[in-house]
T-cell receptor, first 115, second 114 residues
Framework: AQSVTQLGSHVSVSEGALVLLRCNYSSSVPPYLFWYVQYPNQGLQLLLKYTSAATLVKGINGFEAEFKKSETSFHLTKPSAHMSDAAEYFCAVRPPKAAGNKLTFGGGTRVLVKP | DGGITQSPKYLFRKEGQNVTLSCEQNLNHDAMYWYRQDPGQGLRLIYYSQIVNDFQKGDIAEGYSVSREKKESFPLTVTSAQKNPTAFYLC?????????????FGAGTRLSVL
């Protein structure tokens, strides 16, 4: 069964500092991988996705993530945090041939940005 | 604008009552999903439907029911059998093709028990 681990349920960064959110997955084959962002009391918005093309994926709002097969990781980064980045971030995985396009989500990481 | 509309935004359930959460999409997507979100647990799949008049149980289907009579609509009923219904419920939709089955989400319904 698929599983996704996001290390750290809360992360605090200073404005202008690097944002690093960790995601590790368990899968017998390289899956499709996604990062979503959720602002308070809202739905999820797709930040970026990995679908077996380039291993370094650029997304919206200056975020990027790198797929590392050897480490089964898909960590999310942003060089310089902005106050508007305060939100909860979810990593999700899907096997390439998953029935029904079912996603498995990590537990989420809440980001706090300090001025 | 195309999107997914969930209503109501807030919902309260009394003991022993069934309540229905609405999800409508005008994206012409084939597949629709219902997730439950609890703090620290991410999203868990309740039910999903890949086509009209067909749906499958997800990981936590007990105490919930759905229908898919129209492509645009996928309502979720939280029955009295669901003993812990307080959560944030998210509906999503997707379609196969170049977007690699990306799921798009509605704004959610927060359900509380009176």
């Amino acid at each position: 069964a698929q599983s996704v681990t996001q290390l750290g349920s809360h992360v605090s960064v200073s404005e202008g500092a690097l944002v690093l959110l960790r995601c590790n997955y368990s899968s017998s084959v390289p899956p499709y991988l996604f990062w979503y962002v959720q602002y308070p009391n809202q739905g999820l918005q797709l930040l970026l996705k990995y679908t077996s093309a380039a291993t370094l994926v650029k997304g919206i709002n200056g975020f990027e993530a790198e797929f590392k097969k050897s480490e089964t990781s898909f960590h999310l980064t942003k060089p310089s945090a902005h106050m508007s980045d305060a939100a909860e971030y979810f990593c999700a995985v899907r096997p390439p041939k998953a029935a029904g396009n079912k996603l498995t989500f990590g537990g989420g990481t809440r980001v706090l940005v300090k001025p | 604008d195309g999107g997914i509309t969930q209503s109501p935004k807030y919902l309260f359930r009394k003991e022993g009552q069934n309540v229905t959460l609405s999800c409508e999409q005008n994206l012409n997507h084939d597949a629709m999903y219902w997730y439950r979100q609890d703090p620290g647990q991410g999203l868990r799949l309740i039910y999903y439907s890949q086509i009209v008049n067909d749906f499958q149980k997800g990981d936590i289907a007990e105490g919930y029911s759905v229908s898919r009579e129209k492509k645009e609509s996928f309502p979720l009923t939280v029955t009295s059998a669901q003993k812990n219904p307080t959560a944030f419920y998210l509906c999503a939709s997707s379609t196969p093709g170049q977007e690699k089955n990306i799921q798009y989400f509605g704004a959610g319904t927060r359900l509380s028990v009176l």
